[in-house]
């Protein structure tokens, strides 16, 4: 069994791993002694990185490794069949035929195979979409002008598209070769490097001199050297002249590759190699394209370097395009110099966003409703929005990640040193939006290190901060930390969420983040998977972190959130909890009544009287009564079998000794209903009113019946203090 993507992840994994098995297929079909049975898929496994073989510990187990095993066991003699994820991600690279679907052991449908052709493209890429293009005026216009200006000044010129993966640096570049293609009147000539690291020195430009020169892989030597000889001697008159620069072009051709411009043999190299480049420019402007050139060795960015450091009185531009990597390696690329300029590329706007789903969409299939999410998940990323697309033509639903983008987004995240990833593991624990304080103590370094990952465009720093003291830094891109926070093995959230947690607790605002507290705390209860033990200490912290959630919201109007986490903090409620349980579920009650919820309100509020009734609380049984009612006395709906009986009930507990007020009694025609008000101090006001009188339970010291005479505590006297004196 071969294993792509682990322990680095690459974002063409499937790819390789299907080029890989053409490539034994072929070697084996050679010899022809073996018969060869391959199956491939692409999923998640779980890999063990220091397994004992030998011992028979496994090194990747799952789901996709036994179906692997069931397809490469259903293949015939010479097929390679992988899955229908495989195929969506390297279909457009490798050609497949369909095959007969797999019924395997352990499934309930057969699995839908197809069998591997060959390869579309000699080595990997990705094909350019063929929608509309979208925004990138101001870009083309830059473009346009520097080779305008190139052409005019007939001096060399770096131009760098700098961008994250799928932002549309490619994409602009073939959109420059169509203009200059009509045009007619410059050369292009374009290399692209490629993700497989060393062994590929100087690749980008082997492609360049390949295509000038018309060599092809199937090109035996001498013919090969032939084509050298007669594409130098075109375009340089002195003969001695075309030897040398022919003796130097074609270990770049495949021909005499000890040469390759190594050590001390280099300098000569570059000399010769930029002579021809100048030689092509003098007959005809030209554009040199190095596409992917974070992927560049060393080597071969020095040479871009050289040329146009050295290169003059010719009309040559180098367009080159990199991801942000580029500017880790060399932070002085293209800068520093008056011929060199780097264009950032930012992600699309909202509007554009929605035009390139407009057109990738044809209204017809669009599904209702999935544009706004869509737009939001692909945050302004061209390649991203084409796959989310995609998914959802291909009727796959809009709630997951195409494979092609967690790859892309993984990959870049394992190109990351260990220490980096990590932290940005632990950012993505607290959230899109983080601050340095939950990452750790040592802030300048902290600091350095965020700002390393600002540079790659992973994270941004925040000018302002909401929480005072902590620098607020936020992911470029929600899927960045969706990604990053999939990426932590899931006995580890838990913890994790615990410390971002205690990190708030420690803040000296809580309330105001109770939403986030409580978000922490409810993940760290789900990770903590039905082993981990959550202690009665942590579910009160959850409860009250709920419960402040839900304050928050009501006080900001947000009713239906109010109502959830109430739900929520219910829900974690031990059974039998007596006082918070009544307050909660009266809150409940309340935030559900307000967001129009009648119905679940009035159960809510018959649900609290009950519980009010068995602990003998005269006071929560009054609240619930009142709530009940509450909305009942406006439509008069006297004929519920439940109102009446109710409020009876109160009152002959003495929970209630006035009269019902006469509605409407608070500001703007509220009625006498308990927790009507906006915030904590207002709903004191309100129950006073309807409490009136009622004022000879103990003294209370804070919260809602600090302002008023208190309601009569009834029942058997539980010597804790009511639960809402403690808020
Ligand atoms: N402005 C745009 N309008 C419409 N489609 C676009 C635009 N920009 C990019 N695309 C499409 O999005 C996809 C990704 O773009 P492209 O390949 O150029 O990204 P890239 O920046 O070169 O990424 P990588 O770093 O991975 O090479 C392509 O299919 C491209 O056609
Ligand atoms: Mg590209």
């Not at 929600?478 to 932590?488: K, P």
């Amino acid at each position: 069994m071969a294993i792509f993507g682990a322990p680095v992840a690459h974002e063409d994994d499937p790819e390789r791993a299907v080029r890989a098995a053409l490539a034994i297929r072929e070697e084996l079909a050679a010899d022809g002694d073996l018969e060869v049975h391959i199956g491939v898929t692409t999923g998640e496994a779980l890999i063990t990185l220091d397994a004992r073989i030998e011992k028979g510990e496994h090194t990747a187990s799952g789901d996709s490794v036994n179906t692997a095993a069931r397809l490469e066991a259903a293949a015939p003699a010479g097929s390679i069949f992988v899955d229908e994820a495989t195929r969506r991600a390297t279909e457009r690279s490798i050609e497949f035929d369909d095959a007969p679907p797999v019924v395997a052991k352990g499934k309930s449908d057969p699995i839908r195979v197809w069998d591997a052709v060959r390869p579309r493209t000699p080595v990997a890429g990705r094909r350019a979409s063929d929608t509309p293009l979208v925004g990138r005026e101001r870009e083309l216009t830059l473009l346009r002008g520097t080779v305008d200006r190139v052409q005019r000044e007939r001096e060399p010129q770096l131009l760098t598209l700098v961008g994250v993966p799928g932002i549309g640096k490619t994409r602009l570049v073939s959109e420059l070769a169509r203009d200059l293609d009509r045009r007619g009147d410059w050369l292009w000539l374009e290399g692209r490097s490629l993700p497989y690291g060393e062994g590929a020195t100087f690749w980008a430009f082997c492609e360049i001199v390949r295509a000038f020169t018309g060599v092809l892989d199937s090109d035996r030597d001498e013919r090969a050297t032939r084509k050298v000889h007669d594409a130098v001697a075109a375009i340089v008159p002195e003969p001695s002249e075309v030897a040398w620069l022919e003796r130097h072009l074609r270990p770049l051709v495949g021909i005499d590759t000890d040469d390759l411009g190594s050590g001390d043999r280099r300098g000569e190299a570059f000399a010769a190699w930029r002579r021809l480049l100048e030689a092509l420019a003098e007959e005809q402007p030209l554009v040199l394209v190095f596409d992917d050139l974070h992927w560049a060795d060393d080597a071969l960015l020095d040479f871009v370097d050289h040329v146009v450091d050295w290169a003059s009185g010719v009309p040559i531009l180098v367009l080159a395009t990199a991801r942000p990597d580029l500017l880790d390696r060399r932070p002085g690329w293209g800068g520093g110099r008056a011929n060199a300029t780097a264009i950032r590329l930012s992600p699309l706007s909202l509007e554009e966003t929605a035009t390139l789903f407009g057109a990738l969409f044809d209204e017809s299939t669009a599904p209702r409703g999935v544009h706004d999410d869509l737009l939001e998940r692909a945050g302004g990323n061209p390649f991203y929005a084409e796959e989310f697309a995609r998914m959802v033509l291909d009727g796959l639903g809009d709630g997951g990640l195409p494979g092609s983008v967690q790859g892309l987004i993984a990959a870049r995240l394992d190109g990351l040193a260990l220490d980096e990833k990590e932290l940005l593991q632990n950012a993505a624990v607290v959230g899109r939006v983080f601050w340095t304080g939950p990452l750790g103590d040592d802030r300048p370094r902290l600091d350095e290190a965020l700002h390393a990952l600002a540079r790659r465009e992973f994270v941004r720093r925040e000018r302002r901060s909401s929480i005072a003291g902590e620098t607020e830094y936020s992911f470029r891109h929600t899927l960045i930390r969706d990604v990053a926070y999939e990426q932590i093995p899931k006995a580890r959230r838990a913890e994790k969420h615990l410390a971002a947690a205690g990190w708030i607790e420690s803040l000296s605002r809580r309330e105001d983040y109770a939403e986030m507290l409580s978000w922490h705390y409810l993940r760290a209860v789900e990770y903590a998977g039905a082993d981990g033990v959550v202690s009665e200490e942590l579910v009160e912290r959850i409860v009250r972190a709920l419960r402040d959630a839900g304050d928050r919201a009501l006080s900001l109007h947000a009713y239906p959130l109010a109502a959830g986490f109430y739900e929520r903090a219910i829900a974690l409620q031990p059974d039998g909890a007596p006082g918070p349980g009544r307050e909660l579920l009266l809150a409940l009650g309340d935030a559900l009544a307000r967001a129009g919820d009648q119905e679940r309100a009035r159960e809510t509020f018959l649900t609290a009287a009950e519980l009010a009734r068995r602990s003998g609380s005269a006071e929560h049984l009054a609240r619930a009564a009142l709530g009940y009612g509450g909305r009942f006395v406006w439509s008069r709906a006297w004929g519920d079998p439940h109102l009446v009986p109710l409020l009876e009930e109160a009152w002959r507990c003495r929970a209630i000794r006035t009269r019902p007020a006469r509605p409407p009694v608070g500001p703007a025609g509220r009625g006498p209903v308990a927790g009507h008000a906006s915030n904590r101090a207002a709903r004191g006001d309100e129950r006073r009113g309807v409490a009136n009188g009622a004022a000879t339970g103990r003294p209370r010291r804070a919260g809602v019946r600090a302002r008023g005479p208190a309601l009569r505590e009834h029942g058997p006297a539980n010597g804790r203090s009511a639960p809402g004196d403690r808020r």
